[in-house]
Structure formats: C-alpha cells, structure tokens
C-alpha cells in the first residue's frame, strides 16, 4: 500500500477535464511539494508539475496543479487521446527517508 | 536537451548481482544530483536511491542493504549495483536527474530505461 494514495483510474472524453487526487499523512504533503510524472506505454517517466503547481518548460496550461488540504491534485483540461497513460504523484517522505511514489492513475481518453 | 544512455546486464539469475550504468556526454551530468528509479511490471514507480554532486548517497531503507550507487566524474557516469537479487528485482530501471538539490522527488531527465528479468 502506497504512501500516497491516488484513484486507480480516471476517465473522459475528448476535450473534456479529469482532476487526480494525490492524498497523503499531514507529514508529506505539508512539508515537502509534490510533484507528477506521466508515464505513457513504453515511455520514461515524464515530469510535468513540481512543487505542487509548477510546470516545468514545454508542458502545456492544460495541465495545472493545486493542493486541497492534505491532497494535492493535478488537473488536465482540453483532453487529447496522447494523454492517455498512467500518473504518478511523489514527494519526500521525512519519517521514511525516501521519495515515495503514489500508486499511479491510469487516465483513459474515451 | 540532456541525453542520457543506459546500459547494463538484462537478464540475471536469483542471487547475482544487477550492475547498470547511465552516461552523458553533456556537461551538466557532472554537476547534477542523480536517482535510481524502478517499475515492476504493472506496477508503479520505486525509488531506489540518489547521488549528489559530492558522491553523497542517499538509499531507499527498504533497499538499502543491497544497494550501491556511485558515479565517476571523468566518464559521466553513474552506476547502480544491487546485490542478491531475486525475482522481485525484475523490473525496468531509469536514472533521472534531479531539477535541483534538495528535492529529490523533482526529476527532470530521465534514461529510456532497462529492462532487467531476473529468472533462474
């Protein structure tokens, strides 16, 4: 079981928006900025938001990132069937001394 | 754009060790801190553990025991060893570069990856 608790799955259409939620102990995501990692098939990790809400050069606004008490969550609007894959929050966990990864979510573009 | 090479032994038996080695030829490779990153099949993201631009280490405590990360300035190159392995070791791993220090969890560049199988 993941630190870091994300939904298995997030679905939409074309053009629509899904929101994934990244949820974890007041000691994580308080302290230490959380970013995320789109894995699409085949493909390296990608980063595409760090410190919560940062997007790194060449990654669209159609990807935000905004935090909710202890949950962070990442926003993807304007959906394109490219973003189908799997996203991964992490962050630094103080208490275990790691980064830890949430479980992943896999986004599928109907 | 940093490119990054891996490469390494793909296929071991329970109880060798894995030995993997990334490299660039761009001059911030030296300069930068490094992870070692894994994905099971069908699962998700692990990290194994960083190196800083010091040689400094840092290991996931669940791996730590068998692991050892080092780099080598005059290559740009760093190495992930870890020993024992058994079949819970299969997985693909990627180096990834940190954004900036002090934030491990912020990487930036990441290997195509390689894919290891450990079976006997």
């Known amino acids: 079981q993941s630190v870091l608790t994300q939904p298995p799955s997030v679905s939409a259409a074309p053009g629509q928006r899904v929101a994934i939620s990244c949820s974890g102990h007041t000691l994580n995501i308080q302290y230490h900025f959380v970013s995320w990692y789109q894995v699409l098939p085949g493909k390296a990790p990608k980063l595409i938001m760090f410190d919560n809400d940062v997007r790194p050069s060449g990654i669209p606004d159609r990807f935000s990132g905004s935090t909710s008490g202890t949950s962070v969550n990442l926003d993807i609007t304007g959906l394109q069937t490219g973003d189908e894959g799997d996203y991964f929050c992490a962050t630094w966990h103080s208490g275990l001394s790691a980064v830890v990864f949430g479980g992943g979510t896999k986004l599928t573009v109907l | 754009q940093v490119q990054v090479q891996q490469w390494g032994a793909g296929l071991l038996k329970p109880s060798e060790t894995l030995s993997l080695s990334c490299g660039g030829q761009d001059g911030s490779f030296s300069g930068s801190s490094w992870n070692w990153v894994r994905q099971s099949p069908g699962q998700g993201l692990e990290w194994i553990g960083e190196?800083?631009?010091?040689?400094?280490?840092i290991y996931n405590p669940s791996l730590k025991s068998r692991v050892i990360i080092s780099r080598d300035r005059s290559r740009k190159r760093i190495s992930l060893s870890l020993a024992s392995v058994t079949a819970a070791d299969t997985a693909v791993y990627f180096c990834a570069r940190l954004l900036a220090p002090m934030a491990p969890q912020n990487m930036d560049v990441w290997g195509k990856g390689t894919t290891v199988i450990v079976s006997s």
């Open positions: 190196i800083n631009d010091r040689g400094i280490t």
